[in-house]
């Protein structure tokens, strides 16, 4: 299992001095992620923190797709890709429905439904390839082909059985958020593994993106999680997943402890059968660069190396 780091407005109010900086303490991690929430765009803040780094994969997690025309969303990817050395993976979803209805007034409903339309006009863009679609949800025509950018892996939030089954024919995995060892190993993974060897495609990517906070006082930092996630807890796309792990919250499945206590939960993710962890720091930032140090410790002692 590889891991990888979240940066941005995920860990809490972040300018972009504060992104380069997160940017460079990740460096050597498998992957840098951003999360597209209120206020930075998550393809932006790649692109600025892709110049500061120069090994780290890059990735979304996720982009909601009903904001962003494929057209728009296909020109924006590709530009990051050209403009970091094609490190890019593109993780898109539907987004939640309340927000959704709620902030943008658009649609929510058939979201399997729309992001199947959806790939079938990114894929070709993703590729430099023109498009001429007018389908029952979408219509698009036109290229956003840019010279040198190769199309990014696209990965797809997915945590319903129609969701994980258009993940496992359609992208290269899944990337999912507070979703723990239990819902992964025995919903998450057999159902997108599944669905991708049914359509003769190689073995899907699961991505799965958790707090984590290395820490002495793990009851309060669970109980802070809770509250500075607490959404998780109330809208029904996690809510299922949550009762899954018979968890009321998101204190109950974030990677809380000592090191060694983080160590032996990060086991248990491993071996649900993710392929990455996405981990969210969480606390002050002297706790914060306290769980990169450890994140950066596991990633060298897998691969064998030492890390000041």
């Avoid at 020109?75 to 943008?104: D, E, F, K, P």
């Amino acid at each position: 299992m590889r891991i990888g780091i979240m940066i941005g407005e995920v860990r809490g109010p972040a300018t972009a001095s504060d992104l380069a900086a997160q940017a460079t303490a990740a460096e050597g991690l498998a992957t840098t992620w951003s999360a597209q929430v209120s206020g930075w765009d998550a393809l932006i803040t790649l692109t600025l923190v892709g110049a500061r780094t120069a090994t780290s994969r890059l990735g979304t997690a996720v982009v909601p797709v009903r904001q962003r025309h494929p057209l728009v969303l296909a020109g924006q990817a590709l530009s990051v890709q050209a403009a970091t050395g094609n490190r890019l993976t593109l993780g898109i979803g539907a987004g939640i429905g309340a927000m959704l209805t709620g902030m943008y007034g658009l649609p929510a409903d058939r979201p399997a439904r729309y992001l199947r339309e959806y790939l079938a006009v990114l894929h070709p863009l993703l590729r430099g390839e023109s498009v001429e679609h007018h389908g029952e949800m979408l219509t698009a025509i036109g290229s956003a082909a840019i010279p040198g950018a190769e199309a990014p892996p696209v990965l797809l939030a997915a945590l319903g059985p129609k969701m994980l089954q258009l993940a496992g024919e359609a992208t290269a995995g899944t990337v999912t958020w507070m979703t723990g060892p239990r819902a992964l190993s025995t919903h998450v993974v057999p159902l997108i593994t599944a669905a991708a060897e049914a359509a003769g495609r190689p073995a899907p990517q699961v991505v799965a993106g958790l707090p984590i906070c290395v820490t002495h006082d793990e009851p309060g930092v669970r109980a802070q999680i809770a509250t500075r996630y607490a959404m998780a807890a109330q809208v029904p796309e996690y809510q299922a997943v949550l009762a899954l792990e018979n968890a009321t919250g998101a204190g109950d499945v974030a990677i809380v402890g000592d090191e060694a206590a983080i160590t032996r939960q990060l086991q248990r993710l491993e071996e649900s059968g993710v392929t990455e962890f996405m981990a969210t720091p969480f606390g002050t930032p002297a706790d914060q660069s306290r769980t990169t140090r450890l994140l950066h410790a596991l990633t060298d002692a897998a691969a064998g190396r030492s890390h000041p």
